[in-house]
T-cell receptor, first 114, second 118 residues
Framework: AQSVTQLGSHVSVSEGALVLLRCNYS??????LFWYVQYPNQGLQLLLK??????LVKGINGFEAEFKKSETSFHLTKPSAHMSDAAEYFC????????????FGQGTRLTINP | NAGVMQNPRHLVRRRGQEARLRCSPM?????VYWYRQLPEEGLKFMVY????????ESGMPKERFSAEFPKEGPSILRIQQVVRGDSAAYFC????????????????FGPGTRLTVL
């Protein structure tokens, strides 16, 4: 069985500060990992994904994430927060074999303070 | 290229009525997924469909819920005899899934339908 845990349902940072959103997964097989962002009253937009290859993945809007198998983690970072980054962020995992359903974490709401 | 379209965006139903949610995948996408987001929760998988086939419905409630993706037209998520607990945002996603690329294709999400049951 798979599960995704996002540590911290709410994260608040100052504009210009480092953004770190944590995600840990459990999976019996090597997973594919995703970060999605959801702005208010909108659908989800893919930020980045890890399938195979380089463990440091760069995404849109200056975000990146590193797959660490030994820590079963896929934390999302951005060096300098912008006001427009305020949104809800979801980490998700998918099996590389079998059905293609995404298993989502609970989400982390990111607030940016001016 | 238009994205995934869902309608209606907002739907209000009284208890006992039927709700029909529609999803038109991105052009060229033949795989559709439905997810439900309850208040203050993450998204939960409901069903995965290809044209005229239900591939995985392991997340669908056993009663009152059904889904289809006909050869022509949008995918439909149907909820019969709605109850207050069905109030949620329902998201549709689509992917192209080329042969041999299981699970690597990105799922593109629509804006969702927010269902309110009075």
């Amino acid at each position: 069985a798979q599960s995704v845990t996002q540590l911290g349902s709410h994260v608040s940072v100052s504009e210009g500060a480092l953004v770190l959103l944590r995600c840990n997964y459990s999976s019996s097989v090597p997973p594919y990992l995703f970060w999605y962002v959801q702005y208010p009253n909108q659908g989800l937009q893919l930020l980045l994904k890890y399938t195979t290859g380089a463990t440091l993945v760069k995404g849109i809007n200056g975000f990146e994430a590193e797959f660490k198998k030994s820590e079963t983690s896929f934390h999302l970072t951005k060096p300098s927060a912008h006001m427009s980054d305020a949104a809800e962020y979801f980490c998700a995992v998918i099996r590389f074999q079998g059905a293609q359903k995404l298993v989502f974490g609970q989400g982390t709401r990111l607030t940016i303070n001016p | 290229n238009a994205g995934v379209m869902q309608n209606p965006r907002h739907l209000v139903r009284r208890r006992g009525q039927e709700a029909r949610l529609r999803c038109s995948p991105m052009k060229g996408h033949s795989h559709v997924y439905w997810y439900r987001q309850l208040p203050e929760e993450g998204l939960k998988f409901m069903v995965y469909l290809q044209k005229e086939n239900i591939i995985d419905e392991s997340g669908m409630p056993k009663e009152r819920f059904s889904a289809e993706f006909p050869k022509e037209g949008p995918s439909i998520l149907r909820i019969q005899q709605v109850v207050r607990g069905d109030s949620a945002a329902y998201f549709c996603a689509s992917s192209p899934q080329r042969p041999g690329r299981v699970a690597t294709d990105t799922q593109y999400f629509g804006p969702g339908t927010r269902l309110t049951v009075l």
